[in-house]
């Protein structure tokens, strides 16, 4: 084969070009000798590294006679693709190659020449390099390293607020970027848009990444070295790393956790004021911002302007959540860790929550209740003389501020131009209400709270959002007592013993209305008896009237009146007279 295209022979020749010392000078003339030429043509500004005798080198590299004919090369460029690999400074190369190399960086290029008592002397390589022949190998430094070596990090970037570092069985997300010394790219997980997920000194890494992710915090930047023995060694790993190759990865770590890891929860603030926390079985509404633990934001209840409303501890909610919501007080706000395996796990969620990740919860308790809560009142002024209070079938006049129990304030009697009123008991006010007015007397002032079974319910009303806990301050104005159900005029007294004839104010056996209403006012007017209240007492009297009239004829008779009595009395019915 000839040296512009060696075969096999040639193949053969080069393992003594850079695997045997043929002694120089040994077959030359013993006159004076010369020394290697080197030429820096090109050298990095920063070279944190150069070559010594014992390390191990990757190179590329075109050999030349003077004359520039070719004989050999490695490297992809160059006929044979893979670089040369071999050790500096122990006989294992020619000598002026050994000489020629020292003190190279990773990246510099070299023109070495070398004189033939440093190369192959007298006897030269075969066919291929004569005897008395001096060689010209133009160099790339691809790599250098040593036995000795360890894994070297390089912190680019750390947060300021680092809480937990990587230790040895944690599961890690990161991002990397990876080359080779030479800047050469293998791999990234950017150009895939996907952490590299794992779990750290467990064996799923090479050694020296799993050696050089420990410590490292979350939003952390690290340049990590390996050299090839704790990467791909010999062998390599396909077709983009080498053999003897050492990498070099630029990580950002995204997430970390632990599978005993349980939730974390960050109290950030209590209100001063906390009677009750929740439990297991209470209905929540709360407000939150999620984000990943690096920052990155994946939803928030605030963007729909609305809470999420759940029940706790029964499994409506993610594992993590039912467990991070328990213990909390009305208007808290608390942030929340949840690890993958109380989140969503392997699977993730969408697009936006990634598989094992970590979620974030800055969470604002706006209120929570219990199906089985009864309204509570508390009195906050009381009258000393309290003797008439309110019930039901009473009128009330009240003035109230209704709020939810964040302090959010709904709406006040002072929107109107007079005071709110209500019959107690007649479906005129929500439950809740309804109840925490019954009992007051004129003056009194109570703090009422609604459960929203007691309110507005799962679907809330016009401002009041579904499922909300309502807090009324409430001051009873004024006060008229009220009639039970199905009636419009008790008495307050016992009644005439003769009733007709106490009707009968002109003694003509004859009751008309003018006469009726006379009498019924009259009674009221003394204390002795009271109509329905609310109504305009004429139209009360009136429908009273037509009650006795049974005929319809204008005027109420001894016998209509005794007919009606009896035929109440038959059916078990109350009637007003």
């Not at 023109?111 to 004569?130: E, Q, W």
């Not at 942030?335 to 392997?346: F, N």
């Not at 003389?385 to 009697?413: E, I, M, Q, R």
């Not at 209509?560 to 109440?568: A, G, N, S, T």
Request: glycine letters at 10%; aromatic letters at 10%.
């Amino acid at each position: 084969a000839s040296p512009s295209q060696p075969g096999v022979k040639m193949e053969s020749t080069l393992v003594l070009l850079f695997l045997s010392a043929v002694g120089a000078g040994v077959w030359g003339d013993p006159g004076p000798l010369e020394d290697v030429v080197i030429d820096r043509y090109f050298v990095p500004k920063v070279c944190p590294r150069e070559v010594q005798t014992g390390d191990h080198v990757r190179y590329h590299y075109n050999g030349t006679f003077p004359d520039g004919k070719k004989f050999d090369s490695r490297g992809r460029s160059h006929d044979r693709g893979l670089p040369f690999s071999g050790l500096v400074g122990l006989g294992r190369l020619i000598t002026g190659m050994d000489r020629g190399i020292q003190g190279m960086c990773i990246t510099e290029r070299r023109k070495i020449t070398v004189p033939p008592h440093l190369a192959y002397g007298s006897l030269g390589a075969g066919n291929v390099i004569p005897p008395d022949t001096t060689l010209v190998f133009d160099v790339l430094l691809l790599d250098i390293w040593n036995p000795d070596d360890k894994v070297q990090t390089r912190t680019l970037d750390k947060p300021q607020d680092c809480k937990r570092t990587v230790q040895k069985s944690d599961f890690i997300r990161y991002h990397y970027n990876g080359t080779l010394l030479d800047g050469t790219p293998f791999d990234s997980s950017y150009s895939r848009k996907q952490t590299y997920d794992t779990y750290v000194g467990e064996g799923w890494l090479i050694k020296g990444m799993d050696e050089g992710l420990l410590g490292m915090c979350v939003g952390e930047k690290r340049n990590i070295i390996i050299p090839p023995f704790l990467a791909y060694g010999e062998k390599g790993y396909g077709s983009d790393i080498p053999p003897q190759a050492s990498l070099m990865f630029d990580v950002l770590l995204v997430d970390l956790h632990n599978p005993k890891d349980d939730v974390v929860v960050e109290y950030q603030q209590i209100p001063e004021s906390c009677k009750r926390k929740s439990v297991a079985g209470d209905f929540v509404r709360y407000h939150y911002n999620g984000t990943l633990l690096d920052g990155t934001p994946f939803d928030s209840s605030y963007t729909r302007n609305h809470t999420y409303n759940t029940y706790i501890g029964m499994g409506y909610v993610i594992a993590g959540m039912d467990k991070a919501l328990q213990g909390v007080c009305i208007g808290e706000r608390r942030r929340v860790t949840l690890p993958p395996h109380l989140a969503y796990g392997e699977n993730g969620a969408g697009e936006s929550i990634p598989a094992s990740a970590v979620l974030v919860f800055d969470i604002h308790v706006i209120d929570f209740h219990n199906p089985n809560d009864v309204v509570e009142i508390e009195t906050t002024f009381r009258p000393p003389d309290c003797n008439l209070t309110s019930a039901s079938n009473d009128l009330v006049y009240y003035h109230y501020n209704c709020s939810l129990l964040d302090g959010t304030f709904l709406f006040s009697s002072n929107d109107f131009d007079h005071p709110q009123e209500a019959f107690l008991g007649a479906n005129k006010v929500i439950d809740g209400l309804d109840a925490g007015m019954q009992g007051m007397c004129v003056g009194e002032r109570r703090v009422v709270v609604v459960p929203p079974h007691l309110g507005h319910g799962e679907e809330g009303a016009r401002g009041v959002p579904g499922s909300a806990v309502l807090r009324f301050e409430l001051e009873l104005l004024k006060l008229e007592k009220g009639v039970p159900d199905g009636y419009l005029f008790v008495w307050l007294e016992e009644p005439p013993e003769n009733l007709f004839e106490a009707l009968d104010l002109d003694k003509d056996k004859e009751v008309p209305l003018e006469e009726f209403s006379t009498f019924i006012k009259t009674q009221e007017a003394e204390g002795k008896g009271r109509l329905k209240p609310g109504q305009d007492p004429d139209v009360v009297i009136q429908d009273m009237f037509g009650n006795q009239d049974r005929n319809k004829d204008g005027k109420i008779t001894a016998e209509e009146l005794k007919l009606k009595v009896d035929e109440d009395a038959e059916k078990m019915r109350h009637e007003e007279l």
